[in-house]
């Protein structure tokens, strides 16, 4: 593959503890992805913001102002991670919808298309900027428009199940999937919205699990146990 977009979750971040950062578990995921950068491999990256924030959990907050709380942690996120990366040699930027300050700058398809051309692996935190939109979305709108090969989607589940492995052993794993049946079957890959942007606009995801070793370098060679979500 040549360009990716690599979504991780913020609790992936935090390790077994939870919450906030757990650092050796970046520096793992850095070591990877500057594996494919050195082969050439250009790579942008979404994280979420649930190993400090989850918004819809919250009854007491408005809900725009829930999701702008999160928004703001995919930024601490993205600042954080990319430093770590940076520690591990590579060079970074960060791309947001709004402008936060100096330290990031405002998305620009035709500057972002630049600096993945130049080997830079570009972050892009803080959503789509607007509330009610989760960073499923904001992972597939932005794959759309560096024109990725593929999305890589790393979770907690080393792939996609036709009910919820925690909750019932006999869950089968799919080898292969279309994103319309993820849609029919509700299968929770990614939120509707998203899903129905994948379909749309024909971009497929390979769902893998995290923790298992080398899973980012083998997903982005073709070689993953997980799922192929196929448009």
Same mark, same amino acid.
């Given at each position: 593959?040549?360009?990716?977009?690599?979504?991780?979750?913020?609790?992936?971040?935090?390790?077994?503890?939870?919450? $906030?950062?757990?650092?050796?578990?970046?520096?793992?995921?850095?070591?990877?992805?500057?594996?494919?950068?050195?082969?050439?491999?250009?790579? $942008?990256?979404?994280?979420?913001?649930?190993?400090?924030?989850?918004?819809?959990?919250?009854?007491?907050?408005?809900?725009?102002?829930?999701?702008?709380?999160?928004?703001?942690?995919?930024?601490?996120?993205?600042?954080? %991670?990319?430093?770590?990366?940076?520690?591990?040699?590579?060079?970074?930027?960060?791309?947001?919808?709004?402008?936060?300050?100096?330290?990031?700058?405002?998305?620009?398809?035709?500057?972002?298309?630049?600096?993945?051309?130049?080997?830079?692996?570009?972050?892009?935190?803080?959503? %789509?900027?607007?509330?009610?939109?989760?960073?499923? %979305?904001?992972?597939?709108?932005?794959?759309?428009?560096?024109?990725?090969?593929?999305?890589?989607?790393?979770?907690?589940?080393? $792939?996609?199940?036709?009910?919820?492995?925690?909750?019932?052993?006999?869950?089968?794993?799919?080898?292969?999937?279309?994103?319309?049946?993820?849609?029919?079957?509700?299968?929770?890959?990614?939120?509707?919205?998203?899903?129905? #942007?994948?379909?749309?606009?024909? #971009?497929?995801?390979?769902?893998?699990?995290?923790?298992?070793?080398?899973?980012?370098?083998?997903?982005?060679?073709?070689?993953?146990?997980?799922?192929?979500?196929?448009?």
């Amino acid at each position: 593959m040549k360009r990716v977009l690599l979504k991780l979750s913020g609790e992936a971040l935090a390790g077994d503890k939870k919450t $906030g950062f757990d650092e050796a578990t970046v520096v793992r995921v850095a070591q990877q992805v500057k594996v494919l950068v050195d082969e050439g491999v250009q790579v $942008g990256v979404v994280i979420g913001g649930g190993n400090f924030w989850r918004g819809r959990n919250s009854e007491s907050i408005d809900r725009t102002k829930a999701d702008q709380i999160g928004m703001l942690a995919t930024v601490m996120n993205c600042l954080y %991670t990319s430093e770590i990366f940076r520690s591990q040699g590579m060079r970074t930027e960060l791309m947001t919808p709004v402008m936060y300050g100096a330290y990031t700058k405002l998305f620009s398809k035709d500057e972002a298309d630049l600096c993945l051309s130049n080997g830079e692996v570009v972050f892009f935190p803080g959503g %789509t900027g607007h509330p009610y939109f989760s960073t499923d %979305t904001a992972t597939v709108l932005r794959a759309i428009e560096i024109e990725a090969e593929t999305i890589l989607l790393a979770k907690a589940v080393d $792939g996609v199940y036709d009910s919820d492995p925690k909750d019932n052993p006999e869950a089968k794993k799919y080898s292969e999937v279309s994103i319309q049946e993820v849609i029919d079957k509700k299968l929770a890959v990614v939120d509707l919205t998203a899903s129905i #942007m994948c379909m749309e606009n024909k #971009m497929p995801m390979l769902v893998f699990g995290l923790n298992e070793k080398d899973s980012i370098i083998k997903a982005a060679r073709g070689q993953t146990s997980g799922t192929v979500v196929k448009v």
